[in-house]
């Protein structure tokens, strides 16, 4: 590393105290100097805990902009904030990675892309399972074509209850959905990357509110306030791409089912498959002979050299740093995160429209 990089964090709730503000705290190269909240409580209090050096903090991310000593921006704020402030850092000259869901909408993931591109500034969106040690070892099997011609998958984003009650997580204007956008985000991403494929064609589907409205529901994080599950509680797509390949995508935050599996990806290829249901398995066929096979990973994190390991979080935030520092594309890139977004947005539009949405 050729220098320390000033880091801004904007938004210090939940995300940034439990992934960026940790794992930026284990790297020496950098310093968190600025924190911004619109509650200026949790600023001071992250300031406290994580800020080297001079610190400052704000309730306003205008007033963070400002400031020429920063290098780096992270935007933790609900989805509808995203494009906004992520904008307006990379024309104030801060590289910027932004929690995930890109944006509320495909037309503001689109406007990211361009600012990025207009200004020359590096912009990553924080799909932080692309890190693990399972998704690291099966992008590379795929990268190197032992699945061949992968043209079925299956995107998995699927919880029992577990409704996350805080915050705007129900508010549909804050957030532009429910499980869709908050997991099933996490499930496409992964899919899309296995299969280095971003050109949709078309895309059906539907969505539900069958649970949401039900008084003192059980759920992992408490009951719901039916009044304010505003988002559905599960949301399914079908999604084809240009070269004929298809993805069934699945979500919920609330669904009566035993098969429970969320960030996963399955997937069917010309040389070979595999999942991530039960662990990391493999399947294909050699000599007339039909195969499977458990891959054994440390549960650490991805190892690296003399036998250390990184979490994925860990690995996400070093990763990030380093493509700033050698002046490389991030691992992930902001064109591959607006094509999720837009498949997201399709889906939600299909739902609502009952017609299947094409993409030119």
């Known amino acids: 590393m050729s220098r320390t990089y000033r880091i801004a964090i904007i938004g210090c709730g939940g995300i940034a105290n439990g ?35 001079e610190t400052a903090v704000y309730e306003r991310y205008e007033d963070v902009l400002k400031d020429d000593t920063i290098d780096i921006v992270h935007v933790c704020t ?3 904030s995203h494009a ?28 990211m892309v361009e ?42 984003a699927i919880r029992r209850r577990a409704v996350p009650t805080w915050g705007v997580f129900l508010d549909e204007e ?55 599950f505003t988002v559905e509680d599960s949301a399914f797509g079908m999604i084809t791409m240009q070269n004929g390949a298809t993805i069934m995508l699945e979500s919920s935050w609330a669904l009566n089912s035993l098969e429970v599996d969320e960030a996963k990806c399955t997937l069917c290829g010309t040389e070979g498959g595999a999942d991530m249901k039960d662990g990391l398995r493999l ?40 493509a700033i520092d050698n002046d490389t594309e991030p691992v992930v890139t902001p064109e591959q995160a607006c094509v999720v977004s837009e498949i997201l947005e399709a889906i939600y539009e299909s739902a609502r429209t009952g017609k299947a949405v094409y993409f030119e």
């Open 19 to 53: 992934k960026h503000m940790p794992s930026l705290a284990k790297l020496e190269q950098v310093e968190m100097a600025v924190f911004c909240d619109i509650e200026i409580e949790r600023a001071q209090q992250a300031a406290a805990k994580f800020g080297k050096g």
């Open 78 to 80: 609900p989805n509808d």
């Open 84 to 111: 906004e402030i992520t904008i307006a850092a990379l024309e104030a000259g801060k590289h910027v990675m932004c929690e995930k869901p890109m944006a509320k909408t495909a037309a503001d993931a689109r406007r």
């Open 115 to 156: 600012a990025a591109k207009r200004t020359g500034k590096k912009l990553t969106i924080g799909y932080n399972n692309r890190f693990r040690s399972d998704s690291q070892y099966l992008q590379k099997l795929c990268a190197d074509g032992e699945l061949g011609e992968i043209y079925y998958a299956k995107a998995h």
């Open 174 to 228: 804050k957030q532009g959905g429910g499980p869709l956008i908050d997991i099933g985000t996490h499930a496409l991403d992964l899919t899309l990357w296995m299969m280095n494929n971003y050109k949709p064609k078309a895309v059906l589907g539907t969505s539900f509110h069958k649970l949401s409205q039900r008084e003192n529901a059980a759920n992992a994080w408490g009951p719901w306030d039916p009044a304010q």
């Open 283 to 322: 399947n294909g066929e050699k000599n007339s002979r039909l195969f499977t096979t458990n891959v054994e990973l440390s549960s650490g994190g991805v190892a690296f050299y003399e036998g250390e390991s990184e979490n994925a979080p860990d690995l996400e935030m070093r990763l990030w740093i380093e």
